[in-house]
Every structure is written in C-alpha cells, then in structure tokens.
C-alpha cells in the first residue's frame, strides 16, 4: 500500500480486480472501488495514440497466448494522470498457476517511468548532438574531413552502381596568412565563413562539400562531368571575387578570392576517390602557380 507503483490481482477467469493498491487512485484519480466495478476502467487514462495497441496486447486471451511461450508480459505506454499530465508507465504482469500449471490469477505492477524515459531521450539527444558536432568543422559548419570520407564514399559508390560521372573541386583562398597577419584571425574567420557559406549555397543538398583543413575546401559533384565541374567552379570563383566582407571590428570590407583545382571521370571504376582528389589537387597546385584566381583542371 506504501509502494508508488501500483500493484494489481486480477481473476483470469472472470477477468474481475481482486485487488489494487491505493497507488492506483493516487495515479489516475479513480477511486479504487471503480477499479473493483469495472477492470476496463482505467483504460480511460491512456494515451489516444497508445490505447488500441495497448487494449490488444493486454485482452486475457492475448495475454493467456504469450504466457504460453514467455513467463512475463511487458509493455510501455503513455497516460494522462489526475492531474493532467502525460506520464510514462511499465507495466509488468505474470500469471499464477494451479498445480495443473493452468494459469488462474494475473498479478502485476504498473510503474511511472516517466523520469527514466526523459533520460533516455535527452541521453538520445546529447548522444546524436556529440556525434553531429564530430562530423562538423566547428566554424563553417561544413563537414570535417573524417565525415567526407564518409559522406564521399557513399555518393562515389552510388555513382559508380548508376554508372555516372564524378567531379571533385579543390579550393584553396589565396594569400589567406596575408588576412589573418593583417586584420587579425578573428576576420580571418568571417573571411572563412563567408567563404563556406557561398560554396554551400551554391551547390545542391546531396552533393559533398568539407573543409578539408586550414583555408582549403573540397566538393564533391555526383553526377557531374568535367565541363559542369569546371562551369561550377567558375560561378564560384566570380561570386567570391566580386564578394566583400563586412567587419564592424575595422569597420571595413575585406575582399578576397580563391583557386580552383578541377577533375573529373566519366568511369568512376577507373579511379578510386582518393586518386580523384589527387587530381583535383595538382590542378589546385596548378592554378596557385598560374597566378591565382583562377580555375584549372587535369
């Protein structure tokens, strides 16, 4: 009777309440002697959504069936309490059995779980956020380069299933230690923002882009030939050229602009993507030694 969890006896046969702890009123406001009068009573309180699934599971001839195979019967539903308020609860029941081992009574606790399940779900949470913030540059919030391997890899078989080209951009900013020596890595960083967020705006949603380390970016383009990459990879070039970035530290717009490295194969069987992004790196090289600004590819 001390318990909070609400402890209950039921006859199989009649399918009567023998017995119910008064933790049974105190949880769903119905007088215990209700419970006596009516056994289906307290099926009010659950949840909409839950209620026919938890009716079935727990009709005796439902509940005889898995007794049968299993010692126990466990289940977790949702209810409305007398208060009001959406609660969690276990409930747990077994049956008594005669010295013929035919089942006669059905004894059982249903329990708040309501403080286990938030843990579970904000554990559910703090556990899909740290994994989330593992696959992103904390600054760009652009992939890691860990998670574009990952990300990559996947478009690259795809791609390679539907037989359809693959592209890579390398992209690199020009002079970008000229910036942070000489307005501060603070503005270095709004450079490197505004930088991503122009390739990320640029490109569609399944395709791959990531900040491959210090001021470089790699993208990914499935389904891509050498002439869309490279047309791509103009676009942004202009944009970034034409772009300014306003700092209120110096009250100024910082303009800056960035090379491009190009490759691409039609067979992606032909190259694995590591040999790819290869290419896409000497034609970065290429464009760096060229003069800067500038696309090329190989």
């Not at 299933?161 to 960083?189: E, M, S, W």
């Not at 772009?243 to 992606?268: C, M, P, Q, W």
């Not at 993507?273 to 060229?290: F, P, R, T, V």
């Amino acid at each position: 009777e001390n318990l909070e969890e609400i402890t209950f006896l039921m006859d199989i046969k009649t399918k009567s309440v023998i017995y119910a702890s008064t933790s049974a009123e105190r949880l769903t406001g119905i007088s215990v002697e209700k419970f006596y009068s009516n056994h289906y009573i307290w099926t009010q309180c659950i949840l909409e959504e839950d209620k026919s699934r938890v009716i079935k599971g727990l009709m005796m001839e439902n509940l005889l069936n898995h007794f049968s195979r299993f010692p126990s019967y466990v289940d977790d539903f949702r209810i409305i309490d007398c208060e009001g308020k959406l609660k969690w609860v276990r409930i747990k029941c077994m049956p008594i059995r005669d010295e013929n081992n035919i089942p006669q009574r059905l004894v059982g606790i249903i329990q708040d779980t309501t403080n286990e399940k938030q843990d579970k779900i904000e554990i559910m949470r703090a556990k899909n956020k740290a994994e989330k913030l593992a696959m992103f540059d904390y600054l760009t919030r652009t992939y890691n380069r860990r998670a574009f391997f990952l990300r990559a890899r996947e478009e690259y078989s795809r791609a390679k299933r539907q037989n359809k080209p693959v592209a890579v951009i390398l992209t690199d900013l020009d002079k970008f230690k000229q910036v942070n020596d000489t307005y501060g890595h603070d503005v270095g960083d709004l450079v490197l923002k505004n930088f991503s967020r122009i390739i990320k705006n640029s490109i569609r949603k399944y395709d791959v882009v990531a900040r491959f380390g210090g001021e470089e970016f790699v993208i990914l383009l499935s389904g891509v030939d050498m002439q869309s990459a490279y047309k791509k990879a103009e676009q942004l070039r202009r944009q970034i050229e034409t772009t300014a970035v306003y700092t209120k530290k110096l009250d100024n717009h910082i303009r800056y602009t960035a090379s491009f490295g190009v490759a691409a194969i039609n067979e992606v069987g032909k190259y694995s993507l590591e040999e790819l992004i290869s290419k896409a790196d000497m034609a970065l090289y290429k464009a760096k030694n060229n003069g800067r600004n500038r696309v090329e590819f190989v």
